[in-house]
């Protein structure tokens, strides 16, 4: 689709882009253009056993984000992006509008039960934030408002509620609120009964959970340099008691969550890292008492427990990398030899998750890539698999907090069938639908095309791929591409339905997922081959898939456009690198871009608990791999795509000088004149803006970003 009044911009200092459409007569002087910034390079060596760097732009780095000539930096690179995107703001006022026409304004969650109230969340016209509600007897009986998350953040240019929990009496309601977008929470609690707010002054939290006894309330708090989880503590709110440190994690490769037991009677201490897990529990019968060991931790063991009746159920690796559901007594689960099997390894299949009910259990698995879900009795027979018709879709457990039915609720969505909540009776197998997402306007399901596809890898791996295009769309070679890939962390990128995407696809756009290693769609072996020195795989199979789509006449090759966030933006980046003449166009959210220094420095969040990710940089072979493929280390004199590179001040996982650096650093290096855009939100973290519009908001700037470069 052409787009009306788009016009040719040339910045002074950098060559000029092709010629787009004439413009007209009164406009066709040339647009000029504030320079590019050009971050001042300054020496300074990053030092490691393994070799010495040279980083020009460290000086970037600020800690307490107050440095004025940082500030002032990231300032122009947010103003020089308005005025080369400025021709598009109509463009981008066009595609807000459309989004935002594509969702219910006052929609609500399917309530869902627990000790005789209905939870969900709202929201109302117009308003950003949601609403937590709940009704007492049924759904629909008086409602009772919790938060009107609006109003909390009227005073707030950003505003986050994150872990919440409500006393199994349903008295006391307590939430993490941040509000400046750096994930280091503050308490609240509020009495339902009075209508009381309570401000403890705890901060620096991550999460939490009400005691069974409804007195006493247990959080974990965060490392103040390195924000790892690390400390739970117990007070008494209302009481003139001090906080209690019920325990400390001392090995700084481990996480800690604090949770309740699905019952109600076990406090649960997860402690995480990359590859082991360990419990701590302690019944809530007894709240002020020791947490002790469920099964001491061992490298490479992986296990999660939850209690129903005398037993727990436990999903675990230990000799089964897909996981096994295992079955232990409630007194001799830290011996495995009194664990027993429930459902055994499969090579095929990988457990993603499992929720437990009085008779039965639900399993969430993978299977040839896609996620669906197994129902059986809770000795391991009556097995029933829930199909679907679809190429390509996710079904997941929804929220289930009671555990005495045999009603489920499920969620599925694709990349065709908006989000739909289903309850299914566990006895008789019938299913009912609760609620479709509803898209207003003129959408129609049967408009649009989703398929599978399986792409055969450089080492002959075959990479599943998922497509979502226009029915009028034709897959000729005509059509560009919106390739989207994250690949870490074992995370997996299912097909989900997003109304956002039917902007770029009603304009003739293919939207595809590259399901790469690093994720878990394949199983655990399918991580083990994107990560540490196998990570390299993840960004060729990103360029194999891209290859693949273009060689086979099925996009326009001289209009691929790759995104990713986060560790997506490394995989981006390096692409970038690798491969740069694949692309038209890159954006990259928030990416971890500087591997080698982040990794070196053990003072900053995500380093000493992910070296499991990525390896210590302190060790030569990592070293010498990691280097090999950082994005910001591998930048070089050559042509680059156009790219929009995202950032956020206060970012805490990937903190903001990493997009900034590598921007600075190709602006220095590229010998193109395709734009290299930087924008940092000032007042955000990791996830971006905070509010459902705003959020739309940066979509729209993306897309802009790319359907404009595609039409010229």
């Not at 509620?161 to 309601?173: A, I, L």
């Not at 609690?189 to 007195?215: H, K, Q």
């Not at 969550?257 to 009677?265: A, L, N, Q, T």
């Not at 891209?546 to 995989?571: H, K, N, P």
């Amino acid at each position: 689709m052409m787009i009306a009044g788009s016009v040719l911009l040339v910045a002074c200092g950098e060559r000029e882009a092709e010629p787009g459409p004439p413009l007209e007569p009164e406009v066709q002087a040339v647009v000029e253009q504030p320079d590019p910034p050009m971050a001042e390079q300054r020496d300074h060596v990053v030092k490691a056993p393994a070799g010495e760097r040279n980083d020009p732009w460290y000086w970037l780095r600020d800690d307490s984000r107050g440095d004025p000539e940082v500030l002032a930096y990231l300032e122009a690179e947010n103003d020089y992006l308005q005025a080369r995107m400025a021709h598009t703001e109509d463009l981008q006022s066009e595609l807000f509008s459309e989004m935002r026409s594509r969702i219910v304004e006052d929609d609500s969650t399917v309530p869902f039960p627990y000790r005789g109230y209905y939870y969900y969340i709202r929201f109302e016209d117009d308003r950003e934030y949601p609403i937590h509600a709940r009704r007492k007897g049924s759904p629909d009986g008086e409602e009772e408002i919790l938060l009107d998350v609006n109003e909390l953040a009227a005073d707030h240019a950003f505003y986050q509620v994150g872990n919440w929990d409500v006393t199994p009496d349903g008295r006391w309601f307590a939430w993490l609120e941040d509000t400046v977008g750096q994930r280091q929470f503050r308490i609240r609690i509020l009495n339902t009964e009075s209508g009381e707010m309570m401000d403890p002054d705890i901060g620096g939290v991550s999460s939490l959970a009400w005691g069974a006894d409804g007195r006493h309330l247990f959080y974990v708090e965060n490392d103040p340099d390195t924000l790892r989880s690390f400390r739970v503590r117990r007070f008494a709110p209302g009481q003139d008691e001090a906080p209690v440190t019920v325990y400390e994690e001392d090995d700084t490769a481990f996480y800690t969550f604090i949770g309740r037991s699905k019952s109600d009677e076990y406090m649960i201490i997860f402690h995480y890292s990359t590859a082991s897990t360990e419990l701590r529990i302690l019944p809530t019968a007894e709240p002020e008492g020791e947490f002790r060991v469920f099964l001491p931790r061992q490298r490479d063991h992986q296990y999660y427990a939850e209690h129903i009746g005398d037993q727990w159920i436990i999903r675990s690796n230990y000799q089964a990398p897909n996981f096994a559901l295992m079955s232990a007594p409630v007194d001799g689960h830290d011996d495995m030899a009194n664990w027993s099997t429930v459902v055994a390894h499969d090579n095929s299949v990988f457990i993603q998750g499992f929720d437990t009910f009085t008779d039965f259990i639900a399993i969430s698995e993978r299977s040839n890539g896609l996620r669906r879900i197994r129902i059986l009795n809770r000795d391991g027979s009556g097995e029933e698999m829930l199909t679907f018709d679809e190429p390509a879709y996710t079904a997941s457990l929804a929220v289930n907090r009671e555990q005495e039915t045999e009603l489920l609720r499920f969620s599925y969505s694709s990349l065709t069938t908006p989000t739909s909540v289903y309850q299914i009776d566990m006895r008789t197998g019938e299913r009912e639908l609760l609620k479709r997402d509803e898209v207003p306007g003129d959408f129609d399901p049967d408009h649009y095309r989703s398929d599978r596809l399986w792409v055969e890898a450089r080492d002959g791996t075959k990479v599943p791929v998922s497509l979502l295009y226009h029915r009028d769309t034709a897959l000729d070679g005509t059509a560009p591409l919106y390739l989207f890939g994250y690949g870490a962390y074992g995370a997996s990128m299912d097909p989900f339905f997003a109304t956002g995407r039917l902007s770029l696809v009603d304009r003739g756009f293919v939207f595809a997922i590259a399901h790469i290693r690093g994720g878990q769609e394949m199983g655990r072996e399918w991580y083990e081959q994107g990560r540490l020195t196998n990570k390299k795989n993840t960004f060729t199979d990103f360029i194999d898939v891209t290859r693949y789509l273009v060689d086979q006449g099925m996009v326009d090759g001289e209009r691929v456009f790759a995104v990713g966030g986060s560790a997506g933006g490394l995989l981006v980046g390096a692409v970038a690198n690798m491969a740069p003449e694949l692309y038209r166009g890159i954006v990259a959210h928030v990416p971890f871009v500087d591997v080698v220094t982040t990794m070196l420095d053990e003072s900053i969040p995500l380093t000493t608990n992910e070296f499991d990710e990525w390896g210590n940089p302190v060790e030569p072979e990592f070293y010498e791999y990691m280097l090999a493929y950082s994005p910001y280390d591998n930048v070089s004199e050559q042509d680059y795509p156009a790219m929009l590179v995202t950032a956020g001040l206060w970012d805490s996982q990937v903190q903001y000088w990493e997009p900034a650096k590598w921007v600075a650093r190709m602006r220095a290096n590229k010998t193109d004149g395709n734009p290299l855009l930087l924008l940092t939100h000032m007042e955000a973290g990791h996830g971006g803006q905070s509010g459902r519009f705003r959020r739309m908001e940066q979509t729209a700037l993306e897309y802009a970003f790319i359907l404009d470069l595609a039409e010229h």
